[in-house]
Structures are given as structure tokens and as C-alpha cells.
Antibody
Framework: QVQLVQSGAEVKKPGASVKVSCKAS????????ISWVRQAPGQGLEWMGW????????EYAQKFQGRLTMTTDTSTSTAYMELRSLRSDDTAVYYC??????????????WGQGTLVTVSS | DIQMTQSPSSLSASVGDRVTITCRAS??????LNWYQQKPGKAPKLLIY???SSESGVPSRFSGSGSGTDFTLTISSLQPEDFATYYC????????FGHGTKVEIK
């Protein structure tokens, strides 16, 4: 079955970087995109960006421009999300999700289990 | 950016009730509207895509409708497992989620 498995929880200090992985299985990785969505404690969903495993094209939400990088490794069917210059308000659960489209972000299904990133001094 | 306004933000309903959640876009998004269900501590799950298409395996009591700026998610007969938070998401431009509607037990 289609499955996305994310790396484990992280605790980081303000100003540090975090890199979360998302390993896909059960489908042809390069035929879909991957979107990343985060959820702060008790809050709603926030789309961060998208990458197509087809050719590595990316689209990032404006608020993360300059400190967010998404990559893929097609040899291992794994997507990565790196967020730099972390602040306390980056504390959230970060989700990866398979995106139906390889050309532009669309709808997301299924989702990974989520990775809690805690930013604290 | 296109903003998405969901209403209500929360509602209380009983098992068997018909529940309607609305989502309004700040500008026309044709049918680029998707709905997700999220239970506490779990990842969201896709219910409806392209405004009215049901994801495989989703119970038939869930349906979506609308186009342009106004959209609706309807649960025809609420079941105990449907108590959750529901989000709309537009994919016409930079993806944006609504703020969610929490469906609670009455």
C-alpha cells in the first residue's frame, strides 16, 4: 500500500536548522509530487511547499522563502525538508504528503505520520 | 493569496444528524477545492477532491459540492467515527487551508 514514513522527533535551539525525511513506498515516486504541511500546537494546517520528484521543481510558500529547501532522492524514494534559522514559532508537527500532481501543487493523499519539531532554548 | 473562510468554526451534533460545513474562497477557484478530515493526534485524511469527487474508500455519507467561491461538505448521517476537525484547501493557486471546523458530540 502507499505509505510515507517520516523521521523522528527533533529538538532544536533557536537559530539552528532541521532536516526532516519522508520515505515513500508502494508507488512510483517520480510520478507524483510531495507537499509539506505543518501544524503548530492546537492550530490549523499550513502549507509550506511542494516538490516534484519528476524533475525536482519546487514551489515554496512566500513566508518561508529564503529559509526552506526541499529535495528528493529518487534512488531511495525519499523527500527531505530543511528549515533554517529556526524560531520558537516554528514548533509544530511537520507532515509530508503525496501530491497528485507533478506540475503544480494540488491535493494531498496519503500523509506521513508527522514529525514533531520543538524549538526551544 | 486566496483566503479560505470556513464556517462554522465548530458545531455540536448528534449521531444521525445531517451536517453541513461551508468554505468560501476570497476569489473564484473554479472546482479546485479539497476536503480533509483530521482526528486528534493523527494526520489529515483526504475525503473529497476537485470539489465533488470522493476519494476511494470514503463512506458515501460524505459529499462535496460547489464551484467558484462557495463550497459545501455534507455528512448525510453523522456517525460516531466522524467526530473530527474538517479542513478545506484550495489548489487553484498557492495552496491554502481553511481554519477548520471542529465537529463535536452533542
Amino acid at each position: 500500500q502507499v505509505q510515507l514514513v517520516q523521521s523522528g522527533a527533533e529538538v532544536k535551539k533557536p537559530g539552528a536548522s532541521v532536516k526532516v525525511s519522508c520515505k515513500a513506498s508502494g508507488y512510483t515516486f517520480s510520478n507524483y509530487g510531495i507537499s509539506w504541511v505543518r501544524q503548530a500546537p492546537g492550530q490549523g494546517l499550513e502549507w509550506m511547499g511542494w516538490i516534484t520528484a519528476y524533475n525536482g521543481n519546487t514551489e515554496y510558500a512566500q513566508k518561508f522563502q529564503g529559509r526552506l529547501t526541499m529535495t528528493t532522492d529518487t534512488s531511495t524514494s525519499t523527500a527531505y525538508m530543511e528549515l533554517r534559522s529556526l524560531r520558537s514559532d516554528d514548533t509544530a508537527v511537520y507532515y509530508c504528503a503525496r501530491d497528485i500532481s507533478v506540475t503544480t501543487p494540488n491535493w494531498f493523499d496519503p500523509w506521513g505520520q508527522g514529525t514533531l519539531v520543538t524549538v526551544s532554548s | 493569496d486566496i483566503q479560505m473562510t470556513q464556517s462554522p468554526s465548530s458545531l455540536s451534533a448528534s449521531v444521525g444528524d445531517r451536517v453541513t460545513i461551508t468554505c468560501r474562497a476570497s476569489q473564484g477557484i473554479r472546482s479546485y477545492l479539497n476536503w480533509y478530515q483530521q482526528k486528534p493526534g493523527k494526520a489529515p485524511k483526504l475525503l473529497i477532491y476537485a470539489a465533488s469527487s470522493s476519494e476511494s474508500g470514503v463512506p458515501s455519507r460524505f459529499s462535496g459540492s460547489g464551484s467558484g467561491t462557495d463550497f459545501t461538505l455534507t455528512i448525510s448521517s453523522l456517525q460516531p467515527e466522524d467526530f473530527a476537525t474538517y479542513y478545506c484547501q484550495q489548489s487553484y493557486s498557492t495552496p491554502m487551508f481553511g481554519h477548520g471546523t471542529k465537529v463535536e458530540i452533542k
